[in-house]
C-alpha cells in the first residue's frame, strides 16, 4: 500500500495560482512521460501516416506513425492555451482556436499556437510502441 502516494500531483494544473513552472523549455520541449518502457499503443492500431488518440501516464498524447517501422508520440495539449488537439489524417485540429499541428512532427502548421507539441521519445519494441 506504500507505492501509490505519487499520483495525484498532475492534475491541478489548471488552478489559479501560477505556481513554480518547472518545465520551462530550453530548445526542445519534451512533456513528461513517465518511466521507460510505458506502452503507449502498438503500431498495427495505426495507420502509417497517420496519428491516434492515446493516453501516456495518464496524459493526453498523440501517436504517430510517420513510417511502417517508426513511431512518434506527442503531447496532444494545444501549446496555445491547452486544449486536447485531434486527430484529422495526418494533421492535429485545435478545436478551441483553430490551430493546426503536423500529425507526424508536432510542428504548427496554422496558429494561433507558435510552438510546436511537446514531443515523448518512444521506440518500437516488436509490435508495441513504449516510451524511451
Ligand atoms: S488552445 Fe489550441 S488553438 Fe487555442
Keep these: ?20 513552472s518547472s518545465n520551462s523549455g530550453t530548445g526542445d520541449t519534451v512533456a ?4 521507460a ?41 494545444c501549446t496555445h492555451q491547452g486544449c486536447t488537439v485531434a486527430p484529422a489524417g495526418n494533421e492535429l485540429h485545435c478545436p478551441c482556436h483553430g490551430s493546426v499541428f503536423n500529425a507526424l512532427t508536432g510542428a504548427v502548421k496554422k496558429g494561433p499556437a507558435e510552438q510546436p507539441l511537446p514531443s515523448i521519445p518512444v521506440k518500437v519494441d516488436g509490435t508495441n510502441v513504449v516510451t524511451a
Excluded at 32 to 35: F, L, M, S, T
Design 37 to 77: 518502457g510505458t506502452a503507449v499503443g502498438t503500431l498495427s492500431e495505426v495507420e502509417v501516416g497517420k496519428c491516434k488518440s492515446v493516453t501516456v501516464s495518464g496524459q493526453p498524447a498523440i501517436l504517430a506513425r510517420p513510417t511502417d517501422s517508426t513511431a512518434a508520440c506527442f503531447s496532444a495539449i
Design 32 to 35: 513528461p512521460a513517465g518511466p
Design 1 to 20: 500500500m506504500a507505492g501509490a502516494a505519487a499520483g495525484a500531483v498532475a492534475l491541478a494544473a489548471c488552478g489559479t495560482g501560477s505556481g513554480s
